[in-house]
T-cell receptor, first 117, second 114 residues
Framework: GAVVSQHPSRVICKSGTSVKIECRSL??????MFWYRQFPKQSLMLMAT?????????EQGVEKDKFLINHASLTLSTLTVTSAHPEDSSFYIC?????????????FGSGTQLSVL | AQSVTQLGSHVSVSEGALVLLRCNYS??????LFWYVQYPNQGLQLLLK??????LVKGINGFEAEFKKSETSFHLTKPSAHMSDAAEYFC????????????FGTGTQLKVEL
C-alpha cells in the first residue's frame, strides 16, 4: 500500500522554541493532508486540513498562528509548532489522502511524540 | 456532528479466544465507519470500513465488523486471537466514504496472552 513518512518520530525541546514536523507521501501525490493531535487517553483530534498550494483550513479552537502548516509540494506538508509550551506536548500524526480510484484512500504517518520541557 | 465511543481502553484476551472490541457512534447523517489498527512505532492502517450495502464487513487479518443501525454500533470481532493482533485499535466515523475527515474514538489497546 501507499506509504506516508513522518519525521521526527520523537522530539524533546525547551519551552519557547519552535519545532517542525514533516509529513511526506513517498509513492503518491497528495493534494490533501491532515494533521491530528492526540493527548494521552484521548481521541485523535483533527487540527487542520492542508491543501497543496493554498492556505490550510484549521478546526475550531486551533490557533493558526501557533501551528503553522505549509503544503508547498504534492508530497510534503509540514507542521511547525511555534514558541512551544509544555501544554503543546502531545502526539501529532499526519495523514495523506490518496486520490486514486478504489481501495484505501487515507494513509497515516507513524506520528511524532512532542515533549516540551 | 458525529462522535465515537470505544468502550474499554484496554482489552486482554487469550491466544485463540474471541476478540470483541466495541464501538458506538452518533451521527446526524448516515455514517461511514472505519476501524484502524496501529502497531508500535507505525502509522494507522485501515482494517475495514463500512460505506453502504452489506452490513457485515470483512477486513484484513481475519477481522470483521457489523454495522447495526438500531444499536448505533460497529463492533470489531475476530474469532481467534493471535499474538500478532496485539496493537491499538481505533474506531472512526466520517461523513464521506473516502474517509478524508475522520472523527476517532479514544482507542482500545488489545493485549493477547498465551
Amino acid at each position: 500500500g501507499a506509504v506516508v513518512s513522518q519525521h521526527p518520530s520523537r522530539v524533546i525541546c525547551k519551552s519557547g522554541t519552535s519545532v517542525k514536523i514533516e509529513c511526506r507521501s513517498l509513492d503518491f501525490q497528495a493534494t490533501t493532508m491532515f494533521w491530528y493531535r492526540q493527548f494521552p487517553k484521548q481521541s485523535l483530534m483533527l487540527m487542520a486540513t492542508s491543501n497543496e498550494g493554498s492556505k490550510a483550513t484549521y478546526e475550531q479552537g486551533v490557533e493558526k498562528d501557533k501551528f503553522l502548516i505549509n503544503h508547498a509540494s504534492l508530497t510534503l506538508s509540514t507542521l511547525t509548532v511555534t514558541s512551544a509550551h509544555p501544554e503543546d506536548s502531545s502526539f501529532y500524526i499526519c495523514s495523506a489522502f490518496h486520490p486514486g480510484e478504489g481501495g484505501e484512500k487515507l494513509f497515516f504517518g507513524s506520528g511524532t511524540q512532542l515533549s516540551v520541557l | 456532528a458525529q462522535s465515537v465511543t470505544q468502550l474499554g481502553s484496554h482489552v486482554s484476551v487469550s491466544e485463540g479466544a474471541l476478540v470483541l472490541l466495541r464501538c458506538n457512534y452518533s451521527s446526524s447523517v448516515p455514517p461511514y465507519l472505519f476501524w484502524y489498527v496501529q502497531y508500535p512505532n507505525q502509522g494507522l492502517q485501515l482494517l475495514l470500513k463500512y460505506t453502504t450495502g452489506a452490513t457485515l464487513v470483512k477486513g484484513i487479518n481475519g477481522f470483521e465488523a457489523e454495522f447495526k443501525k438500531s444499536e448505533t454500533s460497529f463492533h470489531l470481532t475476530k474469532p481467534s486471537a493471535h499474538m500478532s493482533d496485539a496493537a491499538e485499535y481505533f474506531c472512526a466515523v466520517s461523513l464521506t466514504g473516502g474517509g478524508n475527515k475522520l472523527t476517532f474514538g479514544t482507542g482500545t489497546q488489545l493485549k493477547v496472552e498465551l
